[in-house]
Protein backbone atom coordinates (compact mmCIF):
# COMPACT_ATOMS: atom_id res chain seq x y z
CA UNK A 1 0.00 0.00 0.00
CA UNK A 2 1.29 3.22 -0.99
CA UNK A 3 2.45 5.85 1.74
CA UNK A 4 0.30 9.21 1.78
CA UNK A 5 3.07 12.47 0.82
CA UNK A 6 4.01 14.07 4.44
CA UNK A 7 3.33 16.90 3.64
CA UNK A 8 -0.16 16.20 3.24
CA UNK A 9 -0.25 14.37 6.54
CA UNK A 10 0.71 17.27 8.34
CA UNK A 11 -0.86 19.28 5.93
CA UNK A 12 1.59 21.85 5.22
CA UNK A 13 2.94 23.43 1.73
CA UNK A 14 6.41 21.84 0.56
CA UNK A 15 7.97 25.05 1.38
CA UNK A 16 6.79 25.11 4.93
CA UNK A 17 9.47 26.66 7.13
CA UNK A 18 10.54 24.25 10.62
CA UNK A 19 7.62 26.60 12.75
CA UNK A 20 4.95 25.41 10.62
CA UNK A 21 6.11 21.69 10.78
CA UNK A 22 6.48 21.77 14.39
CA UNK A 23 2.99 23.42 15.08
CA UNK A 24 1.31 20.95 12.42
CA UNK A 25 2.79 17.91 14.46
CA UNK A 26 1.97 18.88 17.85
CA UNK A 27 -1.83 19.44 16.44
CA UNK A 28 -1.86 15.89 15.04
CA UNK A 29 -0.35 14.42 17.60
CA UNK A 30 -2.46 15.97 20.33
CA UNK A 31 -5.71 15.44 18.91
CA UNK A 32 -4.27 11.10 18.15
CA UNK A 33 -2.16 10.32 20.60
CA UNK A 34 -3.45 6.95 21.98
CA UNK A 35 -3.53 8.84 25.67
CA UNK A 36 -6.12 10.90 24.33
CA UNK A 37 -8.02 9.50 21.83
CA UNK A 38 -9.49 6.02 22.44
CA UNK A 39 -10.42 4.99 18.30
CA UNK A 40 -8.95 2.52 17.38
CA UNK A 41 -7.68 4.34 13.76
CA UNK A 42 -6.23 6.99 15.94
CA UNK A 43 -2.85 5.14 16.76
CA UNK A 44 -2.28 4.46 13.63
CA UNK A 45 -2.86 7.99 12.43
CA UNK A 46 -0.59 9.15 15.13
CA UNK A 47 2.14 7.30 14.10
CA UNK A 48 1.83 8.38 10.35
CA UNK A 49 2.40 11.96 11.93
CA UNK A 50 5.30 11.01 13.79
CA UNK A 51 6.52 9.52 11.11
CA UNK A 52 5.99 12.65 8.42
CA UNK A 53 7.24 14.99 11.34
CA UNK A 54 10.52 12.75 12.44
CA UNK A 55 11.51 13.44 8.31
CA UNK A 56 10.22 16.86 7.42
CA UNK A 57 11.92 17.78 10.58
CA UNK A 58 15.43 16.70 9.77
CA UNK A 59 17.18 18.87 7.07
CA UNK A 60 19.16 16.19 5.68
CA UNK A 61 16.34 13.64 5.11
CA UNK A 62 13.39 16.31 3.76
CA UNK A 63 16.05 16.84 1.08
CA UNK A 64 16.21 13.37 0.35
CA UNK A 65 12.58 12.60 0.23
CA UNK A 66 11.86 16.03 -1.48
CA UNK A 67 14.69 14.55 -4.33
CA UNK A 68 13.10 11.02 -3.77
CA UNK A 69 9.99 10.40 -2.34
CA UNK A 70 9.50 7.36 0.04
CA UNK A 71 11.83 5.32 -2.50
CA UNK A 72 14.95 7.50 -0.25
CA UNK A 73 13.97 5.40 3.12
CA UNK A 74 13.13 2.33 1.77
CA UNK A 75 15.40 -0.73 1.89
CA UNK A 76 19.27 0.65 0.48
CA UNK A 77 18.12 4.14 1.13
CA UNK A 78 18.93 6.55 3.50
CA UNK A 79 19.32 5.30 6.63
CA UNK A 80 18.68 1.60 5.83
CA UNK A 81 15.00 1.80 6.08
CA UNK A 82 12.35 3.63 8.42
CA UNK A 83 11.49 1.50 11.41
CA UNK A 84 11.33 4.14 14.90
CA UNK A 85 14.40 2.67 16.20
CA UNK A 86 18.04 4.08 16.04
CA UNK A 87 18.58 4.18 12.80
CA UNK A 88 14.64 5.20 11.98
CA UNK A 89 14.93 8.70 14.16
CA UNK A 90 14.07 10.05 17.39
CA UNK A 91 12.62 8.34 20.13
CA UNK A 92 9.34 9.52 20.81
CA UNK A 93 10.07 10.95 23.99
CA UNK A 94 12.31 13.49 22.90
CA UNK A 95 10.22 14.58 20.10
CA UNK A 96 7.65 15.10 22.20
CA UNK A 97 9.61 17.51 24.92
CA UNK A 98 10.85 18.88 21.82
CA UNK A 99 7.43 20.15 20.73
CA UNK A 100 5.67 20.57 23.41
CA UNK A 101 8.14 21.71 25.55
CA UNK A 102 6.63 25.32 25.32
CA UNK A 103 3.89 24.71 26.99
CA UNK A 104 5.65 23.48 30.34
CA UNK A 105 8.39 25.30 29.99
CA UNK A 106 10.94 23.17 29.03
CA UNK A 107 14.33 23.74 28.20
CA UNK A 108 14.38 27.39 29.53
CA UNK A 109 16.04 28.68 32.34
CA UNK A 110 13.86 30.85 34.61
CA UNK A 111 14.98 34.41 34.22
CA UNK A 112 15.60 36.63 37.42
CA UNK A 113 12.29 38.54 37.99
CA UNK A 114 11.74 42.38 37.85
CA UNK A 115 11.39 44.27 40.31
CA UNK A 116 7.59 44.44 41.67
CA UNK A 117 5.99 48.05 40.50
CA UNK A 118 5.02 50.05 43.70
CA UNK A 119 2.26 52.39 43.80
CA UNK A 120 2.11 55.67 45.85
CA UNK A 121 -1.39 57.78 46.37
CA UNK A 122 -0.98 61.23 46.78
CA UNK A 123 -2.96 63.70 48.06
CA UNK A 124 -2.98 67.25 46.84
CA UNK A 125 -4.85 70.71 47.51
CA UNK A 126 -6.45 72.26 44.39
CA UNK A 127 -3.61 74.56 44.97
CA UNK A 128 -0.95 72.40 44.99
CA UNK A 129 -2.57 70.80 41.44
CA UNK A 130 -3.18 74.00 39.86
CA UNK A 131 0.42 75.49 40.16
CA UNK A 132 2.92 72.40 40.69
CA UNK A 133 4.68 71.18 43.77
CA UNK A 134 7.50 69.39 45.12
CA UNK A 135 6.46 66.67 48.19
CA UNK A 136 9.18 64.15 49.69
CA UNK A 137 8.10 60.71 50.33
CA UNK A 138 8.64 57.81 52.26
CA UNK A 139 8.44 54.82 50.88
CA UNK A 140 9.21 51.27 52.15
CA UNK A 141 10.43 48.75 49.36
CA UNK A 142 12.96 45.94 48.67
CA UNK A 143 16.54 47.74 47.60
CA UNK A 144 19.25 45.28 46.31
CA UNK A 145 21.56 44.31 48.92
CA UNK A 146 24.60 46.83 49.26
CA UNK A 147 26.92 43.23 50.45
CA UNK A 148 26.24 40.83 47.96
CA UNK A 149 24.88 43.09 45.44
CA UNK A 150 22.10 41.44 44.74
CA UNK A 151 23.89 37.73 44.07
CA UNK A 152 22.40 36.46 47.44
CA UNK A 153 26.18 35.15 48.03
CA UNK A 154 28.14 35.86 50.41
CA UNK A 155 31.09 38.38 50.12
CA UNK A 156 33.63 36.37 48.25
CA UNK A 157 31.88 33.62 46.98
CA UNK A 158 29.94 33.35 43.63
CA UNK A 159 26.51 30.97 43.41
CA UNK A 160 27.11 27.65 41.66
CA UNK A 161 25.71 25.84 39.36
CA UNK A 162 22.61 23.65 40.24
CA UNK A 163 23.91 19.72 40.59
CA UNK A 164 20.57 18.66 39.74
CA UNK A 165 19.68 20.43 36.35
CA UNK A 166 23.25 21.10 35.42
CA UNK A 167 22.77 24.87 35.20
CA UNK A 168 19.29 24.61 32.99
CA UNK A 169 16.80 25.52 35.46
CA UNK A 170 14.81 22.57 34.66
CA UNK A 171 13.80 18.77 35.06
CA UNK A 172 12.59 16.89 32.94
CA UNK A 173 9.77 14.02 34.06
CA UNK A 174 8.45 11.05 31.95
CA UNK A 175 4.95 9.04 32.20
CA UNK A 176 5.06 6.56 29.81
CA UNK A 177 5.30 8.66 26.20
CA UNK A 178 4.81 11.67 27.76
CA UNK A 179 8.34 13.79 28.84
CA UNK A 180 7.21 16.76 30.92
CA UNK A 181 9.48 19.93 31.99
CA UNK A 182 9.22 21.34 34.93
CA UNK A 183 11.33 23.39 37.35
CA UNK A 184 14.11 22.35 38.89
CA UNK A 185 13.16 21.61 42.77
CA UNK A 186 16.74 22.20 44.05
CA UNK A 187 17.31 25.54 42.70
CA UNK A 188 13.47 26.68 41.64
CA UNK A 189 14.43 27.49 38.33
CA UNK A 190 17.56 29.57 38.27
CA UNK A 191 19.64 27.24 37.22
CA UNK A 192 22.17 28.11 40.42
CA UNK A 193 21.98 27.56 44.15
CA UNK A 194 24.02 29.58 47.25
CA UNK A 195 25.76 27.74 49.16
CA UNK A 196 26.91 30.01 51.56
CA UNK A 197 24.15 33.06 51.98
CA UNK A 198 25.09 36.35 52.39
CA UNK A 199 24.52 37.12 56.38
CA UNK A 200 22.95 40.36 55.58
CA UNK A 201 19.81 39.60 52.95
CA UNK A 202 20.06 35.61 53.75
CA UNK A 203 20.34 34.83 50.70
CA UNK A 204 17.78 36.75 49.29
CA UNK A 205 19.65 39.57 47.13
CA UNK A 206 17.30 42.21 48.88
CA UNK A 207 16.45 43.53 52.01
CA UNK A 208 13.61 45.86 53.57
CA UNK A 209 14.29 49.22 53.63
CA UNK A 210 12.29 52.72 53.25
CA UNK A 211 13.78 55.85 51.05
CA UNK A 212 12.67 59.32 50.61
CA UNK A 213 12.14 60.61 47.19
CA UNK A 214 11.47 64.06 45.79
CA UNK A 215 8.64 63.98 43.93
CA UNK A 216 8.14 66.86 41.17
CA UNK A 217 4.48 67.68 40.44
CA UNK A 218 3.56 69.23 37.32
CA UNK A 219 1.50 71.98 37.23
CA UNK A 220 -2.45 71.21 35.67
CA UNK A 221 -1.97 67.78 37.15
CA UNK A 222 -5.54 66.14 38.04
CA UNK A 223 -7.20 63.27 40.09
CA UNK A 224 -6.69 60.36 37.83
CA UNK A 225 -2.96 61.63 36.79
CA UNK A 226 -0.29 59.25 37.74
CA UNK A 227 3.47 60.33 37.90
CA UNK A 228 5.78 57.52 36.97
CA UNK A 229 9.53 57.03 38.43
CA UNK A 230 11.28 55.20 36.44
CA UNK A 231 13.22 52.52 38.56
CA UNK A 232 11.97 54.02 42.16
CA UNK A 233 10.33 50.69 42.80
CA UNK A 234 11.28 47.24 44.25
CA UNK A 235 14.20 45.77 43.41
CA UNK A 236 15.28 42.87 41.04
CA UNK A 237 16.14 39.40 42.18
CA UNK A 238 19.38 38.87 41.49
CA UNK A 239 20.40 42.17 40.41
CA UNK A 240 17.24 42.35 37.95
CA UNK A 241 16.40 45.37 36.93
CA UNK A 242 14.17 47.50 39.12
CA UNK A 243 10.57 48.40 39.14
CA UNK A 244 8.81 51.48 38.84
CA UNK A 245 7.29 53.85 41.23
CA UNK A 246 3.79 55.05 40.47
CA UNK A 247 2.62 58.16 42.19
CA UNK A 248 -1.11 58.27 42.25
CA UNK A 249 -2.58 61.65 42.31
CA UNK A 250 -5.48 62.76 44.37
CA UNK A 251 -7.03 66.18 44.56
CA UNK A 252 -8.93 67.32 47.45
CA UNK A 253 -12.18 68.89 47.53
CA UNK A 254 -11.92 72.61 47.65
CA UNK A 255 -14.01 74.62 49.79
CA UNK A 256 -14.94 77.26 46.93
CA UNK A 257 -14.06 76.05 43.52
CA UNK A 258 -14.66 72.79 41.91
CA UNK A 259 -12.67 71.44 38.56
CA UNK A 260 -14.07 70.37 35.40
CA UNK A 261 -11.27 70.06 33.25
CA UNK A 262 -9.44 73.20 32.87
CA UNK A 263 -12.41 75.25 34.07
CA UNK A 264 -12.83 75.78 37.72
CA UNK A 265 -17.17 76.49 38.88
CA UNK A 266 -17.97 78.75 41.85
CA UNK A 267 -20.80 79.92 43.22
CA UNK A 268 -21.05 83.51 43.96
CA UNK A 269 -23.94 84.73 46.53
CA UNK A 270 -25.45 88.35 45.93
CA UNK A 271 -28.28 90.28 47.70
CA UNK A 272 -31.82 91.09 46.11
CA UNK A 273 -30.76 94.41 46.46
CA UNK A 274 -27.70 94.06 44.42
CA UNK A 275 -29.61 91.20 41.74
CA UNK A 276 -32.22 94.13 41.02
CA UNK A 277 -30.27 97.26 40.57
CA UNK A 278 -26.83 95.79 39.41
CA UNK A 279 -23.33 96.84 40.98
CA UNK A 280 -20.13 95.39 41.67
CA UNK A 281 -18.50 92.22 43.77
CA UNK A 282 -15.50 90.74 45.06
CA UNK A 283 -15.08 86.72 43.80
CA UNK A 284 -11.93 84.84 44.36
CA UNK A 285 -9.90 83.49 42.24
CA UNK A 286 -6.69 81.01 42.45
CA UNK A 287 -4.69 84.41 41.84
CA UNK A 288 -6.62 86.28 44.21
CA UNK A 289 -9.71 88.58 43.98
CA UNK A 290 -10.97 90.52 40.90
CA UNK A 291 -14.44 92.50 40.22
CA UNK A 292 -17.09 90.91 39.07
CA UNK A 293 -20.04 93.20 37.64
CA UNK A 294 -23.39 92.00 38.35
CA UNK A 295 -25.62 94.08 35.30
CA UNK A 296 -29.20 95.20 37.20
CA UNK A 297 -32.16 92.31 36.91
CA UNK A 298 -29.71 89.19 37.10
CA UNK A 299 -31.51 86.14 37.74
CA UNK A 300 -30.47 83.35 40.08
CA UNK A 301 -28.53 80.67 38.10
CA UNK A 302 -26.49 83.75 35.97
CA UNK A 303 -23.21 82.30 34.23
CA UNK A 304 -20.45 85.14 34.40
CA UNK A 305 -17.00 83.49 32.47
CA UNK A 306 -13.92 84.96 33.64
CA UNK A 307 -11.77 84.65 30.93
CA UNK A 308 -7.92 82.83 31.71
CA UNK A 309 -8.67 82.67 34.96
CA UNK A 310 -9.17 78.49 35.15
CA UNK A 311 -6.26 75.99 34.92
CA UNK A 312 -3.56 74.92 32.03
CA UNK A 313 -3.57 71.57 31.83
CA UNK A 314 -0.13 69.77 32.34
CA UNK A 315 -1.08 68.02 29.10
CA UNK A 316 -0.94 71.59 27.32
CA UNK A 317 -3.54 73.82 25.74
CA UNK A 318 -4.62 77.16 26.32
CA UNK A 319 -5.83 78.19 30.07
CA UNK A 320 -9.32 77.22 31.27
CA UNK A 321 -12.12 79.67 32.39
CA UNK A 322 -13.57 80.81 35.66
CA UNK A 323 -17.65 80.21 35.46
CA UNK A 324 -19.15 82.06 38.46
CA UNK A 325 -22.61 81.07 38.68
CA UNK A 326 -24.75 83.77 40.88
CA UNK A 327 -27.03 82.65 43.46
CA UNK A 328 -29.77 85.33 44.82
CA UNK A 329 -29.97 85.17 48.42
CA UNK A 330 -33.76 85.50 50.38
CA UNK A 331 -32.71 88.20 52.93
CA UNK A 332 -33.14 86.75 57.08
CA UNK A 333 -32.85 88.11 60.22
CA UNK A 334 -35.08 90.82 59.08
CA UNK A 335 -35.71 94.35 61.22
CA UNK A 336 -39.34 95.68 61.44
CA UNK A 337 -37.91 98.08 59.04
CA UNK A 338 -36.61 96.22 56.76
CA UNK A 339 -40.16 94.07 56.99
CA UNK A 340 -42.11 97.87 56.14
CA UNK A 341 -40.13 98.14 53.36
CA UNK A 342 -40.72 94.81 51.62
CA UNK A 343 -44.45 95.04 52.78
CA UNK A 344 -44.23 98.70 50.36
CA UNK A 345 -42.18 97.07 47.69
CA UNK A 346 -44.43 94.05 47.63
CA UNK A 347 -47.56 96.17 47.32
CA UNK A 348 -45.71 98.29 44.56
CA UNK A 349 -45.77 94.99 42.28
CA UNK A 350 -49.30 94.33 42.29
CA UNK A 351 -51.85 95.11 39.52
CA UNK A 352 -50.57 95.73 35.73
CA UNK A 353 -47.21 96.23 36.78
CA UNK A 354 -46.51 92.66 38.66
CA UNK A 355 -46.38 91.29 34.78
CA UNK A 356 -43.62 93.40 33.78
CA UNK A 357 -41.55 93.16 37.75
CA UNK A 358 -41.73 89.45 37.95
CA UNK A 359 -42.06 87.99 34.08
CA UNK A 360 -41.10 84.63 34.81
CA UNK A 361 -43.89 83.84 37.55
CA UNK A 362 -46.23 85.34 35.02
CA UNK A 363 -45.06 82.71 33.08
CA UNK A 364 -45.16 80.33 35.44
CA UNK A 365 -48.56 80.93 36.85
CA UNK A 366 -50.16 81.18 33.19
CA UNK A 367 -48.41 77.50 32.57
CA UNK A 368 -50.19 75.91 35.69
CA UNK A 369 -53.25 77.65 34.53
CA UNK A 370 -53.24 75.60 31.65
CA UNK A 371 -52.41 72.93 32.77
CA UNK A 372 -55.33 72.18 34.72
CA UNK A 373 -57.93 73.70 32.01
CA UNK A 374 -56.58 71.10 29.93
CA UNK A 375 -57.39 68.60 32.77
CA UNK A 376 -60.91 69.63 33.42
CA UNK A 377 -61.71 69.38 28.90
Known amino acids: ?57 DPQKRAA ?15 GGYGGGAAGGADFTDIFGDVFGDIFGGGRRQRASRGSDLRYNMELTLEEAVRGVTKEILIPALEECEVCHGSGAKAGTSPITCPTCHGSGQVQMRQGFFAVQQACPTCQGHGKIIKEPCHKCHGHGRIEKSKTLSVKIPAGVDTGDRIRLTGEGEAG ?80 GSQGDLLCRVVVETPVKLGEKQRQLLRELEESFGGASGEQNSPRSKSFLDGVKKFFDDLTR
Open 65 to 79: YDQYGHAAFEQGGMG
Open 1 to 57: MAKADYYAVLGIPNDAEEREIKKAYKRLAMKYHPDRNPDASAEAKFKEAKEAYEILN
Open 237 to 316: EQGAQSGDLYVQVQVRQHPIFEREENNLFCEVPINFAMAALGGEIEVPTLDGRVKLRVPAETQTGKLFRMRGKGVKSVRG
